[in-house]
């Protein structure tokens, strides 16, 4: 797992310093409504992505299909000149093999199709396998989405064998996703018997410890905003993270901001941009470290450690530490008593999913786009699972697993929660994603990105969930009700 996050997750505006200056400056220009969750500045620093070979047109436009119904789609040739020979293979749930072809486009045109036969999220891989041109094929390792070290890393080799594809990765890779009834898609394993338990004994336990806050006012760069760094006592660690809100008497709505996976330090702009919208903002960072230290003494590998012990997993803590946050944000005279948001991407949406689900009784509304973490146990039951990347050949770390997957707060969830998700995401993937929204007792709105791998690779193709979180923040901030879009 830990070259997974290293080049995953934490190459987003964390591969060294200048990749960070690069996001920095980037976020410096864009009020979103927040952070998105793995906008790899690496994308940001490279020339523009190569003219694509492929185009595709789904069958029906949303992706959404039923059970019985044709999913596929129209293969044509795209802008630039056919150099490759691709083959596809279709997936369940990026899973299983369902059935593979080759791409004959000698009239201009061919179709990949499968009849769905029940309820289950369609991935699709179209590969270069050869030149047009002759040359002899060249096996390419970046080209298998499967596989984790596709994610983990690019190839050792100084060039790919094949350039261009819609994934990010410009390996030559193309994917294409589909939903199949997917509100009908159930939990692969069963939910522990003492979750609830579990984790009702472990915020008892932390209502013990005193919060002990300590608030030391900075500088914000932006005019009319107060911001502070914060630290808090949890039990078996300390809360850290930014604090900012308009700088005149008043009470405010709050946004609980939760950090995508990497280990990286947080820039203050985004609370005092939060805030100068009318928030009273509490960015959390992951770690037990200084908001501004950009390593800490966090192990790189940190979603590894406790990971057969649901006592000693990394994610125990971090989860006690978002609710010890609330707790404090609780305690504030200058917020409103009513609203609480919250949001975040990526291992950030798993937060949150567990936040909401700890804490229900005091959440607004959760905004997410790619949650991670959902469906642990997915390798186990035909089911591609994403981030942490748990082994699933360790039965003793699945069963962990399980204690910090949000598939399993979700059913304690009583807010209304926006999820966008990638039907090409391949760290969060979008069945997962889709099994916990479809546990929440309470109206949700699931947000397909049909185009989308996880957006460190394909940011331009996530930007709707950023929107549509600002839009549904624009609306909670004038006192409105969130009513989730149902899904058509």
């Known amino acids: 797992m830990a070259p997974v996050l290293a080049r995953c ?59 019985g119904d044709t999913v596929g789609w129209t293969v044509s040739r795209g802008p630039s000149p056919l150099t490759y020979a691709y083959k596809w293979t279709i997936r369940r749930n990026n899973k299983v093999v369902l059935k593979e072809g080759k791409l004959d486009l000698s009239s201009g045109k061919d179709r990949i199709e499968i009849v769905a036969d029940h309820p289950e999220m369609i991935y699709v891989a179209i590969e270069p396998y050869a030149n047009l041109a002759g040359d002899s094929p060249v096996k390419d390792q970046a080209t298998s989405p499967a596989s984790p070290a596709s994610l983990a890393a690019p190839p050792a080799t100084p060039t790919p064998a094949y350039i261009g594809g819609n994934t990010g990765r410009n390996n030559g890779l193309y994917a294409v996703g589909a939903a199949v009834a997917p509100v009908k898609l159930g939990i692969s394993t069963p939910r522990p018997a003492d979750f609830d338990a579990f984790w009702d004994a472990k915020l008892a336990a932390q209502v013990q410890v005193p919060i002990n806050p300590s608030v030391t006012p900075i500088q914000s760069d932006l005019p009319g905003i107060e911001e502070s760094v914060f630290a808090l006592d949890a039990m078996g660690s300390k809360v850290h993270g930014y604090i900012a809100k308009p700088a005149r008497p008043g009470k405010f709505p709050a946004v609980i901001q939760l950090q995508y996976a990497g280990i990286y330090a947080l820039d203050p702009r985004w609370a005092a941009q939060r805030a100068s919208d009318g928030w009273l903002v509490i960015d959390v960072d992951a770690h037990d470290k200084l908001p501004s230290d950009p390593s800490g003494d966090i192990p790189k590998s940190y979603t590894a450690v406790g990971n057969t012990d649901r006592e000693k997993s990394y994610f125990l803590n971090m989860f006690l530490r978002d609710s010890r946050a609330l707790d404090y944000l609780l305690t504030r005279p200058d917020w409103d008593g009513k609203t609480i948001v919250l949001t975040g991407g990526s291992q950030g949406g798993q937060q949150s999913f567990a936040l909401a689900g700890l804490r229900p009784e005091r959440i607004t509304a959760v905004l997410v786009c790619v949650p991670a973490g959902a469906d642990t146990n997915g390798d186990l039951h035909g089911r591609k699972s994403g981030f942490p990347n748990w082994p699933s050949d360790n039965p003793v770390a699945m069963e962990t697993a399980l204690y910090f997957d949000p598939v399993n707060f979700a059913s304690r969830i009583k807010a209304p929660v926006m999820a966008g998700m990638g039907f090409i995401d391949t760290v969060s993937p979008p069945a997962g994603v889709w099994t916990a929204l479809n546990q929440i007792p309470v109206p949700t709105e699931p947000l397909p990105l049909i185009e989308s791998e996880h957006d460190n690779y394909t940011p331009d193709k996530g930007r709707a969930c950023s929107s549509r979180t600002q839009q549904i923040l624009d609306s909670l901030r004038t006192g409105a009700k969130f009513n989730p879009t149902v899904l058509k």
């Open 9 to 67: 997750e934490r190459m987003a505006r964390n591969v060294g310093e200048s990749c960070r200056k690069i996001a920095s400056e980037f976020y410096r220009t864009i009020t979103l409504a927040f952070l998105l969750p793995l906008v790899a500045p690496v994308v940001f620093a490279q020339p523009a992505p190569p003219v694509q070979q492929l185009a595709f047109r789904p069958y029906h436009p949303s992706d959404l299909y039923g059970v």
